[in-house]
């Protein structure tokens, strides 16, 4: 087979790949759903400081929950049957995605960033938990739909089964997922405050010091500290922080706005006052997260003076921020 | 974040693409908004890919000494660093040092080659060697 195309598939730009591609699925399939509706029914919002797991040397920081939390939310919350399939041989793996091509259907796909051409050269790392939809294939190439990018784009095959079957941390393995069964409708009044409170206990009652709002605080120290010591990583540091908090895919400051925009979606929805507060109050945060970006950026060009109490500050006010919007939905 | 202050500093990080942020407009409503980027992001982004640079030119001077072997320069080129290596080959770290002597790594077997060229997505000829001077 060298050539299918789904014709009604319409791509649409997400800030962040996986809840990309649940929302354009969800709404392919008949369900309309933004991409911060399908950030936050997954209470995909969070914060971990992990500092015993390395990525190329430093800590691993994450602002949202690990690859495939949305998806598994779109199969559990949102009751969506989905088929999600892995493949030990990459020529099977490459033929069962031609086939479902075939048949006119639209198949997520789990790749590594570092193996896809159309990706500008300064972005390419080895990442290997990046999501993707294709809607169809053209002689040697596949149409692919990359939700963080303006338009559709092109991939050649060879370099298709590359980012695939990439090994290494969160190897993709081939997977591919495509949903059978779709819900009649979604039931928003429970959905909402369900995903709410979930993601309410992950931010303010994690059982270790590294996740959530104690988490953040923790980061604090922990800049504090290597700025105390004139550890000459320190400036490393600091911008593989600013990294993953606004590079490929967050919506901006670390997923915040995209989760304030999720609760006032969900507060016009409900006509629920508490959620319509908690949006500014979460935008707020965002809008200090960004400062920290900001400060630090200043700081490790030298065009302000090094100063980790400052940073440790604005990083503390965020969790200030978080801390009390969080306390004001307990009661949603 | 106000749509007023998205900023669109445009980034050579983004090959002239825009990225969708989130941002609330001058009724407090969110919308999707694209940027062309922004300075710190870029600037962190920068400074990750030179820090890659920055080891993979040190093993390029290391190899051309014969200090260390091709293997970690071919390394650092495709943007790995040891656990990276590590995972995609399947190997053992403890492995993967010892063959860094440029001695060892002149006696490999091709099939083993083969297994680290085929993980970074070069040939086993490429792998053999260094280029002449690093890129750029």
Known sequence: MSHALN???????????????????????????????A??????????????????????????????????????RMGV???????????AGMAALDEQLAQGRIVGLQTCVYWLPYFPEPMRFHFNAHNMIVYGKEGDEYLVSDPVFEGPVRCPAAALEKARFAKGAMAAKGLMYYPTQMPSSLEHAKLIPDAVRRNCRTMSYAPVPIVGIKGIRYLANNVV???RKNDPSLNLYLSH???MQEEIGTGGAGFRFIYASYLQESAKLLG????????????????????FALQSAKMVRGRTEMNVETLAGILNTCADKEAAMWRSLRVV | MDLGSVPQDTSPTYGGQRKLLYAVDENGNYTGVQSQGWEPETQATLTAV??????RDDAWRRAAAGQTSALEFHMFDRRMEFDTLAATT???????????????????????????????????????????????
Not at chain 1, 9 to 28: D, I, L, N
Not at chain 1, 272 to 291: C, I, V
Not at chain 2, 50 to 55: H, I, N
Request: aromatic residues 8%; proline residues 7%.
């Open chain 1, 7 to 37: 014709k009604s598939f319409v791509h649409r730009q997400s800030a962040h790949c996986e809840s990309g591609v649940v929302s354009a699925m969800m709404t392919h399939h008949g369900i309309p759903m933004t991409e911060p509706m």
């Open chain 1, 39 to 76: 950030f936050g029914l997954a209470s995909a919002l969070t914060f971990a400081y992990i500092p015993f797991v390395k990525m190329a040397g430093m800590p691993l920081i994450a602002y949202r929950m690990p690859p495939g939390a949305i998806i598994r939310a779109m199969q559990k």
């Open chain 1, 81 to 91: 049957k989905i088929v999600r399939q892995k493949f030990r041989d990459p020529k």
């Open chain 1, 225 to 227: 500290k290597l700025g």
């Open chain 1, 241 to 243: 922080i600013v990294r």
């Open chain 1, 272 to 291: 629920n006052h508490l959620l319509a507060d908690a949006s500014k109050q979460m935008t707020a945060a965002g809008d200090e997260w960004r400062r």
């Open chain 2, 50 to 55: 030179a820090e890659l640079d920055r080891l």
């Open chain 2, 90 to 136: 399947g190997l053992w770290r403890w492995r993967i040092r010892r063959h860094f002597d440029p001695r060892r790594f002149a006696k490999l077997s091709t099939a083993l080659l083969a297994r680290y060229a085929d993980a970074m997505g070069i040939t086993v000829e490429q792998l053999r060697s260094v280029p002449p001077l690093p890129k750029e």
